[in-house]
């Protein structure tokens, strides 16, 4: 008899809690999917006037040299190219982000490069990863504006913007006027440089007075006097015209402004982009094109409904079972207290609550269940022993965890924990609150359900060769079945959008590409499958999103994509291929030459033996034309090279010689303008005209007698591995020759190199995604086959004996196999869930064991013994395991939410738990003969 004082320490004790559990979990993380491999630190500096070997030289291999002395830098990739340099760190699972990159500024800091190096960009994301984020915005809206909104929210990584051109300050002066006056064009640039800045003055030796000669229009720059009695507007025509546009972008067609935002690689996807909602509104009207952060808590709520929906079953079902209302209610209040109190849980530890988390709660509903229904059916002291040990199995199976890859501890660490707080506060509410509250007057007591499980499962004890045979036969099923099984690293966001790429080679500018695709943006107006579509064109590359009405309709718009493009110059990449469809192979080498001829030779040769696709990741370009100065003329003149590069460069680039920044504007809304200074008359020239081109000299005698001309090879952006020069490409697969695809690939890279043998000084490096695949799937087996060493250690502890421990542990192997077979079966792939269902029923499928043969630690029972204690235990059994499969079922029927993750996870579940159920009763007449 429990006396009140007992029940009221107990009601308040999980009134306390619960109450407590409330509070901590008033703010959440979410996300979707535990993310792995994604810690990138990305650099970007420039230095004008520099070309790309002198990149490589000055910038690339210096700073390339330094970092990788970084911790935790696993691969460093790098391209020079003209101007720029760019290189990216790709670290270690386990690294700070934060850390690293602190310790890369100070590297940075410590540089010595080349003075007119621009400041060093870094971003904490890859340069090539889809943006989370797609916005049009209305016209009239600046670039700078629009950088200097979103870059203040945390966790925006990079910043793509097309918006209204902006205005350039064009300077149109006749050469032959400049001469007139002994002036050159970089001295006019002085006088504009010198003349528009502010400046300050000194006044008493105290106060600083502001003196601003930045011109307010482009009057002040008609009136500015470069000479005595002669203005910039006597001489030249000033007009603001639009600047070039380095991206070009479209919705439906119809050229429209739009932002594009990355996130950097410690962001929360969901938080990020509720930010950027919510500011957006500064810009005025604006439209949202794509918001990832939506369709993950979109998919979450999914999710959450599918929990609920699964809480509810568990419930019903054990209202249905026990048939006592008050012992139902006592019970099943363990659910949210247990739930709640892991959520708190994750918020104290500032952990996440993505997908594998939910389905992690979910599992945890039936089983949260399984050891309340022991309790009310055999009573506390016939309970304690099953409970505490199947709670110790399930944790002790987790531990094999330890011994995995770090991306396999990552994608499950929510998922056991979310399993392993519910399950412990679980046992704590039975054996501590439910045993305060609740009495049991009669454990066991319907003996009606009792006579009709008995009717049941008894009859079955007489057919033993019939059950011999029938699992014989069901081994040999599952053994031929799980043959050839796929393997999947992680489960795609459900994104109602198609996002593609179409990469043109090297020099192909931004409006011939607009016009080689103008016909495909027709086909795509005409579109029915798509709700809306963007593009967005820049040189040498166009970038298509479309929104689609129907997912289903996936593959087949891929297709007649495909068929549409295929006449087309360029490339089509789908950023949406899966995992394994390609194989990278890199080549190493110093001389550039031997890398290209030897990169496009083994790209034909894979071609033509496999049939494949093949995706070159370098981009050469066409041949450049070289000039030699000649020494005995710049020694006889006045003329010096580096100042005819200048005059050239003037000529047939224009480039920026000027800021203007307009006084009395708003920070916000502040404008740059670029200033040009340039002969109208200047126009693109062919080679025969660049040979005869006029030097402003003494003489002005053509080009050709100042140098020399001739052709050389150009072989475009230096590319860098490991700060070794490389150059790869990718050799696609099909979908049905991704099984022994390393294997294959050897066999394939031998034969190509039989025909191609590689030069010295060229080394080949291939596979490095395929290991990679296999060290993960090894990581999977390797834990899988911990866990079940573990439980096997822990069955041999409690029985002191062989026989139990390996009839129990036997009958785990066959239900291991038989939920492989069913997820063959049903089409699903090995995943790093699946391989968790399964350690979690490693742990799980000695329960039935456990309430069965927990009083026999050191002999055989009896077939008779065997007899009674199934009658005595079969209630209990079949309770919680229907009351388990109630929270299971739910989540096996909305696969979309959750990628596919869902359904297998269930299905691995809820198959071995009840084949372990029915194994349980028809393995009796195999290992206890009646005889006995």
């Given at each position: 008899?429990?006396?009140s004082?007992?029940?009221?320490?107990?009601?308040?004790?999980?009134?306390?809690?619960?109450?407590?559990?409330?509070?901590?979990?008033?703010?959440?993380?979410?996300?979707?999917?535990?993310?792995?491999?994604?810690?990138?630190?990305?650099?970007?500096?420039?230095?004008?006037?520099v070309?790309?070997?002198?990149?490589?030289?000055?910038?690339?291999?210096?700073?390339?040299?330094?970092?990788?002395?970084?911790?935790?830098?696993?691969?460093?990739?790098?391209?020079?190219?003209?101007?720029?340099?760019?290189?990216?760190?790709?670290?270690?699972?386990?690294?700070?982000?934060?850390?690293?990159?602190?310790?890369?500024?100070?590297?940075?800091?410590?540089?010595d490069?080349p003075?007119?190096?621009?400041?060093?960009?870094?971003?904490?994301?890859?340069?090539?990863?889809?943006?989370?984020?797609?916005?049009?915005?209305?016209?009239?809206?600046?670039?700078?504006?629009?950088e200097?909104l979103?870059?203040?929210?945390?966790?925006?990584?990079?910043?793509?913007?097309?918006?209204?051109p902006?205005?350039?300050?064009?300077?149109?002066?006749?050469?032959?006027?400049?001469?007139?006056?002994?002036?050159?064009?970089?001295?006019?640039a002085?006088?504009?440089?010198r003349?528009?800045?502010?400046?300050?003055?000194?006044?008493?030796?105290?106060?600083?007075?502001?003196?601003d000669?930045?011109?307010?229009?482009?009057?002040?720059?008609?009136?500015?006097?470069?000479?005595?009695?002669?203005?910039?507007?006597?001489?030249?025509?000033?007009?603001?015209?639009?600047?070039?546009?380095?991206?070009?972008?479209?919705?439906?067609?119809?050229?429209?402004?739009?932002?594009?935002?990355?996130?950097?690689?410690?962001?929360?996807?969901?938080?990020?982009?509720?930010?950027?909602?919510?500011?957006?509104?500064?810009?005025?009207?604006?439209?949202?094109?794509?918001?990832?952060?939506?369709l993950?808590?979109?998919?979450?709520?999914?999710?959450?409904?599918?929990?609920?929906?699964?809480?509810?079953?568990?419930?019903?079902?054990?209202?249905?079972?026990?048939?006592?209302?008050?012992?139902?209610?006592?019970?099943?209040?363990?659910?949210?207290?247990?739930?709640?109190g892991?959520?708190?849980?994750?918020?104290?530890?500032?952990?996440?609550?993505?997908?594998?988390?939910?389905?992690?709660?979910?599992?945890?509903?039936?089983?949260?269940?399984?050891?309340?229904?022991?309790?009310?059916?055999?009573?506390?002291?016939?309970?304690?022993?099953?409970i505490?040990?199947?709670?110790?199995?399930?944790?002790?199976?987790?531990?094999?965890?330890?011994?995995?890859?770090?991306?396999?501890?990552?994608?499950?660490?929510?998922?056991?924990?979310?399993?392993?707080?519910?399950?412990i506060?679980?046992?704590?509410?039975?054996?501590?609150?439910?045993?305060?509250?609740?009495?049991?007057?009669?454990?066991?007591?319907?003996?009606?359900?009792?006579?009709?499980?008995?009717?049941?499962?008894?009859?079955?004890?007489?057919?033993?060769?019939?059950?011999?045979?029938?699992l014989?036969?069901?081994?040999?099923?599952?053994?031929?079945?799980?043959?050839?099984?796929?393997?999947?690293?992680?489960?795609?966001?459900?994104?109602?959008?198609?996002?593609?790429?179409?990469?043109?080679?090297?020099?192909?500018?931004?409006n011939?590409?607009?016009?080689?695709?103008?016909f495909?943006?027709?086909?795509?107006?005409?579109?029915?499958?798509a709700?809306?579509?963007?593009?967005?064109?820049?040189?040498?590359?166009?970038?298509?999103?479309?929104?689609?009405?129907?997912?289903?309709?996936?593959?087949?718009?891929?297709?007649?994509?495909?068929?549409?493009?295929?006449?087309?110059?360029?490339?089509?990449?789908?950023?949406?291929?899966?995992?394994?469809?390609?194989?990278?192979?890199?080549?190493?080498?110093?001389?550039?030459?031997?890398?290209?001829?030897?990169?496009?030779?083994?790209?034909?040769?894979?071609?033509?033996?496999?049939?494949?696709?093949?995706?070159?990741?370098?981009?050469?370009?066409?041949?450049?034309?070289?000039?030699?100065?000649?020494?005995?003329?710049?020694?006889?003149?006045?003329?010096?090279?580096?100042?005819?590069?200048?005059?050239?460069?003037?000529?047939?680039?224009?480039?920026?010689?000027?800021?203007?920044?307009?006084?009395?504007l708003?920070?916000?809304d502040?404008?740059?303008?670029?200033?040009?200074?340039?002969?109208?008359?200047?126009?693109?020239?062919?080679?025969?005209?660049?040979k005869?081109?006029r030097?402003?000299?003494?003489?002005?005698?053509?080009?050709?007698?100042f140098?020399?001309?001739?052709?050389?090879?150009?072989?475009?952006?230096?590319?860098?591995?490991n700060?070794?020069?490389?150059?790869?490409?990718?050799?696609?697969?099909?979908?049905?020759?991704?099984?022994?695809?390393?294997?294959?690939?050897?066999?394939?890279?031998?034969?190509?190199?039989?025909?191609?043998?590689?030069?010295?000084?060229?080394?080949?490096?291939?596979?490095?995604?395929e290991?990679?695949?296999?060290?993960?799937?090894?990581?999977?087996?390797?834990?899988?086959?911990?866990?079940?060493?573990?439980?096997?250690?822990?069955?041999?502890?409690?029985?002191?004996?062989?026989?139990?421990?390996?009839?129990?542990?036997?009958?785990?192997?066959l239900?291991?196999?038989?939920?492989?077979?069913?997820?063959?079966?049903?089409?699903m792939?090995?995943?790093?869930?699946?391989?968790?269902?399964?350690?979690?029923?490693?742990?799980?499928?000695?329960?039935?064991?456990?309430?069965?043969?927990?009083?026999?630690?050191?002999?055989?029972?009896?077939?008779?013994?065997?007899?009674?204690?199934?009658?005595?235990?079969?209630?209990?059994?079949?309770?919680?395991?229907?009351?388990?499969?109630?929270?299971?079922?739910p989540?096996?029927?909305?696969?979309?939410?959750?990628?596919g993750?869902?359904?297998?996870?269930?299905?691995?579940?809820?198959?071995g738990?009840?084949?372990?159920?029915?194994?349980?009763l028809?393995?009796?007449?195999?290992?206890?003969?009646?005889?006995?």
């Amino acid at each position: 008899m429990i006396d009140s004082a007992h029940r009221n320490r107990a009601v308040l004790l999980l009134l306390t809690l619960s109450l407590l559990f409330v509070l901590i979990i008033a703010e959440l993380q979410f996300s979707y999917y535990p993310q792995s491999g994604r810690k990138i630190l990305s650099i970007s500096i420039e230095l004008k006037g520099v070309w790309q070997d002198q990149i490589e030289t000055l910038i690339t291999n210096p700073l390339e040299s330094n970092l990788l002395r970084m911790n935790h830098v696993k691969k460093m990739i790098s391209r020079s190219e003209d101007e720029q340099s760019q290189i990216t760190l790709f670290l270690d699972d386990d690294a700070n982000l934060g850390k690293c990159y602190l310790e890369l500024r100070e590297i940075l800091d410590r540089m010595d490069f080349p003075e007119r190096t621009q400041k060093p960009r870094i971003s904490k994301n890859d340069n090539n990863a889809l943006p989370v984020f797609i916005l049009q915005t209305e016209y009239g809206l600046t670039e700078e504006k629009v950088e200097s909104l979103f870059k203040q929210v945390k966790g925006v990584g990079q910043i793509d913007v097309s918006v209204v051109p902006k205005k350039d300050v064009n300077i149109q002066v006749k050469q032959d006027m400049l001469h007139s006056i002994n002036l050159t064009t970089g001295e006019m640039a002085q006088i504009l440089n010198r003349e528009n800045l502010p400046g300050c003055l000194e006044i008493q030796g105290q106060k600083l007075l502001l003196l601003d000669f930045r011109y307010s229009s482009i009057d002040d720059f008609y009136k500015q006097q470069i000479t005595r009695g002669m203005c910039m507007g006597d001489i030249s025509e000033i007009v603001l015209s639009d600047a070039i546009q380095p991206i070009q972008s479209r919705v439906n067609g119809e050229e429209k402004p739009m932002v594009w935002i990355k996130e950097s690689g410690d962001a929360n996807t969901i938080s990020l982009c509720r930010q950027l909602r919510s500011i957006r509104t500064q810009l005025g009207r604006t439209q949202i094109l794509y918001d990832k952060g939506m369709l993950i808590e979109q998919a979450l709520k999914e999710i959450l409904q599918i929990l609920i929906f699964s809480l509810i079953s568990v419930m019903g079902i054990t209202f249905l079972l026990l048939g006592d209302i008050k012992s139902s209610i006592i019970l099943c209040l363990n659910i949210p207290f247990s739930l709640s109190g892991t959520l708190a849980l994750f918020r104290i530890f500032g952990w996440e609550i993505d997908v594998l988390v939910l389905a992690g709660l979910a599992l945890s509903t039936g089983l949260i269940i399984d050891s309340g229904v022991i309790y009310l059916e055999r009573g506390r002291s016939r309970s304690f022993r099953p409970i505490i040990f199947s709670l110790i199995s399930t944790l002790l199976v987790f531990t094999s965890f330890l011994f995995a890859p770090y991306e396999v501890k990552i994608q499950n660490s929510g998922l056991i924990g979310a399993l392993c707080f519910s399950l412990i506060l679980s046992v704590f509410y039975i054996l501590i609150i439910m045993n305060g509250i609740l009495q049991i007057k009669n454990p066991g007591r319907k003996q009606s359900r009792r006579k009709l499980l008995e009717g049941l499962f008894i009859p079955l004890f007489n057919f033993r060769y019939i059950s011999c045979i029938a699992l014989f036969i069901l081994f040999i099923i599952c053994i031929l079945s799980i043959q050839n099984i796929t393997v999947t690293q992680e489960f795609p966001l459900p994104d109602p959008s198609l996002h593609f790429s179409i990469e043109y080679p090297a020099g192909v500018g931004k409006n011939k590409i607009i016009e080689e695709l103008s016909f495909f943006e027709e086909e795509l107006s005409h579109l029915n499958d798509a709700e809306f579509y963007t593009s967005s064109y820049r040189d040498e590359k166009a970038n298509f999103h479309i929104r689609l009405k129907d997912e289903r309709q996936r593959n087949d718009l891929i297709q007649k994509i495909r068929r549409t493009l295929s006449g087309i110059e360029g490339f089509l990449y789908f950023q949406s291929r899966d995992n394994g469809a390609e194989s990278v192979i890199s080549l190493e080498g110093y001389d550039r030459s031997v890398l290209y001829a030897m990169a496009s030779d083994l790209a034909k040769s894979f071609h033509l033996i496999t049939g494949n696709p093949v995706i070159q990741h370098y981009k050469k370009q066409p041949s450049l034309v070289l000039l030699t100065p000649k020494i005995e003329r710049f020694e006889a003149g006045s003329l010096s090279p580096g100042q005819l590069a200048s005059i050239l460069d003037l000529h047939l680039n224009r480039p920026v010689l000027g800021k203007w920044f307009p006084p009395g504007l708003k920070q916000m809304d502040q404008r740059v303008y670029d200033v040009h200074i340039f002969d109208p008359d200047d126009k693109e020239m062919s080679l025969q005209d660049l040979k005869r081109f006029r030097v402003p000299n003494n003489t002005v005698e053509p080009l050709i007698s100042f140098t020399d001309f001739s052709d050389e090879k150009a072989y475009g952006v230096i590319y860098h591995e490991n700060g070794l020069r490389s150059l790869s490409f990718s050799l696609l697969h099909r979908a049905d020759a991704q099984t022994g695809q390393l294997k294959n690939l050897s066999q394939t890279i031998q034969q190509v190199l039989n025909q191609n043998p590689l030069p010295e000084g060229i080394k080949m490096k291939w596979g490095e995604n395929e290991r990679a695949q296999q060290h993960y799937i090894r990581g999977l087996f390797k834990s899988l086959f911990i866990s079940l060493m573990l439980l096997l250690l822990l069955l041999f502890f409690l029985y002191e004996s062989f026989f139990l421990p390996l009839y129990l542990f036997s009958q785990i192997l066959l239900c291991h196999l038989v939920s492989l077979a069913a997820l063959k079966i049903s089409g699903m792939p090995l995943s790093s869930p699946v391989f968790f269902s399964l350690i979690l029923n490693t742990g799980l499928l000695i329960n039935n064991g456990l309430v069965i043969f927990g009083d026999y630690s050191k002999k055989k029972p009896s077939y008779t013994e065997v007899i009674e204690r199934i009658k005595l235990c079969s209630p209990t059994l079949v309770i919680a395991g229907l009351t388990t499969l109630a929270g299971l079922i739910p989540l096996f029927f909305r696969p979309y939410e959750s990628g596919g993750m869902l359904p297998a996870l269930s299905l691995t579940v809820s198959s071995g738990l009840l084949f372990s159920l029915i194994l349980q009763l028809v393995s009796i007449p195999l290992f206890f003969n009646q005889k006995d």
